[in-house]
C-alpha cells in the first residue's frame, strides 16, 4: 500500500508546471498495489485555482486504484465551477464530503462531542462534569469556544483557575465553574483569535474577515447594553 503526501506549495508548483517532470497517469500505473493520496491544509491555495487543481488530480488520478483525500476548511475551499466543460469535483458526485468539525448549529450535538473529550480528561482525575462546571457554565464554555475542542479545553482551564482563586458562595462556589467564570476570561481569548485570523485568512480575505468580525463584535455587545438597559428600566413588581 503506497501513501503520498505532498505540501500544499509543492502540490500547487506541480500544478502549475503541469506535472510534466514530475508523476503523470502512466507513472501511477505502475504502481503495485493500493494507493491514497492526501492533500492538506488546501486552502492555502489561491481559491480561484482550487476547482483547477482538483480537475487536474482527478484527470491524473482516475481509473487507477489510488483513493485522493483533500483537508481544508469548507467555506474557504472552491471545489467545482459550472462551465462547458465543468471544472473540479463535484461534491457528491465525484467525491464524498465527510465534515470532521462540530459547529453550533447543532448544539446538542456539539456539546456532547465537547463535554466527551473533557469527560475523558477529568476521568483520570476521578472529577466529573457536574462537581467541576455548573449547568449554566458548560453552555457558556460551548458557546464561547465556537465548538472548537482546542479552545474549549483552554477556555475551561482558565475559567477553573478563575474560580479556585475566589472565595466561595452560595452562588459562585469555590473551584466550579459557572458562567461568569467563562465570560471573565473569555475576552483575553480574544486576541489570540485575531492573531490566528492573520495567519489562517488569505491576504484578500484578512482585511474584510476582520471587519466582519469587529461587525458581529459590536452588534451583539450593543444588543446586550441595550438588554441591561431595558432591564434596568423596567419597573420594579408591587
Known amino acids: 500500500f503506497f501513501f503520498f503526501f505532498f505540501k500544499q506549495k509543492t502540490a500547487y508548483e506541480i500544478y502549475q508546471c503541469d506535472w510534466s517532470s514530475d508523476v503523470c497517469s502512466s507513472d501511477l500505473a505502475r504502481l503495485n498495489g493500493p494507493a491514497l493520496f492526501v492533500l492538506d491544509d488546501f486552502y492555502f491555495i489561491p481559491r480561484a485555482e482550487q476547482a483547477a487543481v482538483l480537475g487536474y488530480l482527478h484527470q491524473i488520478l482516475k481509473g487507477l ?6 483537508g481544508g476548511v469548507e467555506h474557504r ?3 467545482f465551477v459550472e462551465g462547458d466543460p ?3 469535483l463535484q461534491p457528491y458526485h465525484d ?4 465534515r470532521l468539525d462540530a459547529t453550533l ?3 446538542n450535538h456539539t456539546r456532547n462531542f465537547l463535554e466527551g473529550i473533557l469527560g475523558q480528561v477529568l476521568n483520570e482525575t476521578g472529577v466529573t462534569i457536574e462537581t467541576a462546571i455548573t449547568e449554566t457554565g458548560r453552555e457558556r464554555l460551548v458557546l464561547a ?8 479545553l ?3 482551564g482558565a475559567a477553573l483557575q478563575r474560580a479556585s482563586k475566589r472565595d466561595g458562595a452560595p452562588n459562585r462556589p469555590h473551584n466550579k465553574i459557572n458562567a461568569e467564570d467563562v465570560s471573565e476570561v473569555a475576552p483575553a481569548f480574544l486576541d489570540q483569535k485575531e492573531q490566528d485570523l492573520k495567519l489562517d485568512a488569505s491576504v484578500d480575505d484578512v482585511d474584510r474577515l476582520r471587519e466582519r468580525f469587529n461587525d458581529v463584535v459590536d452588534r451583539k455587545s450593543t444588543r446586550l447594553n441595550s438588554s441591561h438597559t431595558d432591564i ?3 419597573p420594579s413588581s408591587a
Not at 467525491?95 to 465527510?98: D, E, K, R, V, Y
Open 65 to 70: 486504484d489510488i483513493w485522493m483525500k483533500i
Open 77 to 79: 475551499l472552491e471545489t
Open 86 to 88: 465543468p471544472v473540479g
Open 95 to 98: 467525491a464524498g464530503l465527510i
Open 105 to 107: 448549529r447543532d448544539f
Open 145 to 152: 469556544s465556537g465548538g472548537v475542542p482546542r479552545d474549549y
Open 154 to 156: 483552554a477556555l475551561t
Open 232 to 234: 434596568s428600566r423596567m
